[in-house]
């Protein structure tokens, strides 16, 4: 395997060239770094954290594994990125923030865990919107992260460098979070795909909170064998690859009315499953009404910095204070520094909210006889950089805990690509795997 087929190389691929000896787990890493240093700076300002000499060794190890016949798994010897709010043992885990570029994590998170297990080579960390507080992938610590595809236009956020450090070809899997979107709405963005897993599917310890509810990491890759891997890696189950029928609705209020090529290939992308039109109007505002994170961030913020004598502030007042944040998270972090916590009785209404939300989705999934929910992960294309992002319809999978993917779905006329996302009960991952590997094949086939 030379340079630049490792460019564009799946999982799978990998691991038969590296079974087969076509090359090394030091060799991907050396493409891996390569790529960064060539193209990193300044078009895509993707990376926040780069140990090439700890990943260079760590890939030197699982050669002498395979050598000897003891590869660990189908990421052993395989590049992999990790967001900046998850924590690496001995590595920053700023989080998109200049005020925490000196909080070294002590200990892996559980994901990491997981992937050391797997022989994974961890070779640095991503740039991401600061405190996963947005989807533009503003930065004090990083500046903007840029889109992929279309210099000038927003990568999505908050896993800003995840998505585009894939999409780029760095690796060919990078970890991101997801509260309200930030897997999914940069991998619409970046023409990858990502899943937000069923609530609780995954640990989010050791991961920077923003919201303890709603948080949850999750992967972002570029087919979907790989995401079936990666998945099943990181959740520890196998989903099925066969079973019921898919039958699919399209909310019909999840479409701006002015945004044609959004619509048509989201439409087309989902034609193959003769889905039903259904309408929902309240969806939207019932979501948004069941938005726990204001309640949460800063008490959760605030424990977890507790016991980080080297992050500069140890609570978002102070971080609100300080005037060190990147401009756009302005407005956030003064709001949420005074907003009610987890003691008001809002919040409890809150979480019956979300409560309540999740059964009516369970009565409208059972009225309309479909298992899955179709609409545009945003219903706008990504904006210019430095602009606010509209048109998210991300936050429904948040606050219901149900799964959630996204799903490339073409590009429009200018060359931005263009997501789908479908939405499954709890627990169904295994029919989101089964109809992106359904909408890949005919996607490609209709090239």
Do not use: C
Not at 1 to 14: H, K, V
Not at 186 to 206: E, I, V, Y
Not at 365 to 382: E, G, K, S, T
Not at 431 to 440: D, G, S, T, V, Y
């Amino acid at each position: 395997m030379q340079y630049a087929d490792y460019l564009t190389a799946s999982l799978s691929d990998l691991n038969q060239a590296l079974l087969r000896g076509e090359v090394t787990a030091r060799q991907l890493t050396d493409y891996a770094l390569q790529r960064i240093g060539e193209a990193d700076q300044p078009r895509y300002n993707a990376i926040t954290w780069l140990f090439a000499d700890e990943a260079r060794a760590a890939a030197e190890q699982s050669d002498k594994r395979r050598q000897r016949g003891e590869a660990w798994g189908p990421l052993d010897g395989v590049p992999v990125l990790i967001k900046d709010n998850i924590e690496v043992r001995g590595w920053p885990t700023s989080a998109g923030s200049v005020m925490l570029r000196g909080v070294i994590a002590d200990n892996d998170a559980p994901l990491v865990t997981t992937l050391r297990h797997q022989g994974a080579i961890l070779i640095g960390k991503t740039a991401m919107h600061e405190l996963a507080a947005g989807i533009t992938g503003a930065s004090s610590l990083s500046g903007f992260t840029h889109n992929a595809w279309q210099q000038g236009r927003s990568p999505g956020g908050s896993s800003s460098g995840s998505a585009v450090a894939v999409a780029a070809g760095y690796v060919p899997l990078a970890i991101g979070s997801d509260t309200a979107g930030s897997v999914r709405i940069p991998a619409a963005f970046n023409g990858l795909l990502g899943l937000r897993m069923t609530r609780g599917a995954l640990s989010t310890a050791g991961i920077v909170p923003l919201s303890p509810t709603q948080d949850i990491p999750g992967p972002l890759v570029r087919s979907t064998a790989d995401l079936r891997i990666a998945s099943e890696i990181l959740s520890g189950k196998t989903f099925a690859i066969e079973g019921e029928a898919l039958r699919v609705g399209i909310w019909q209020e999840g479409f701006a009315a002015d945004e044609d090529e959004i619509n048509q290939a989201v439409q087309a992308a989902v034609a193959g499953f003769a889905p039903a039109a259904l309408s929902w109007p309240e969806l939207e505002t019932l979501a948004a009404d069941a938005n726990i994170i204001g309640y949460e961030f800063a008490e959760a913020l605030a424990e977890y910095l507790a016991d980080k004598p080297q992050a500069q502030f140890h609570s978002l007042p102070e971080i609100a204070a300080s005037g060190l944040y990147h401009p756009q998270l302005e407005a956030v972090f003064k709001t949420r520094a005074v907003h009610p916590g987890t003691s008001s009785e809002a919040y409890a209404q809150v979480q019956q909210r979300q409560r309540d939300l999740y059964q009516q989705l369970v009565a409208m999934f059972d009225q309309h006889n479909i298992n899955l929910l179709a609409y545009p992960v945003v219903r706008r294309p990504p904006v210019k950089q430095g602009e606010m992002q509209e048109g998210s319809n991300a936050l429904i999978s948040a606050v219901t805990g149900a799964p959630a993917i996204s799903i490339p779905a073409g590009l429009s006329d200018d060359g931005v690509p263009i997501g789908v996302e479908l939405l499954a009960l709890r627990g169904r991952e295994d029919l989101l795997l089964r109809a992106a590997e359904a909408i890949e094949l005919r996607i490609s086939l209709n090239k």
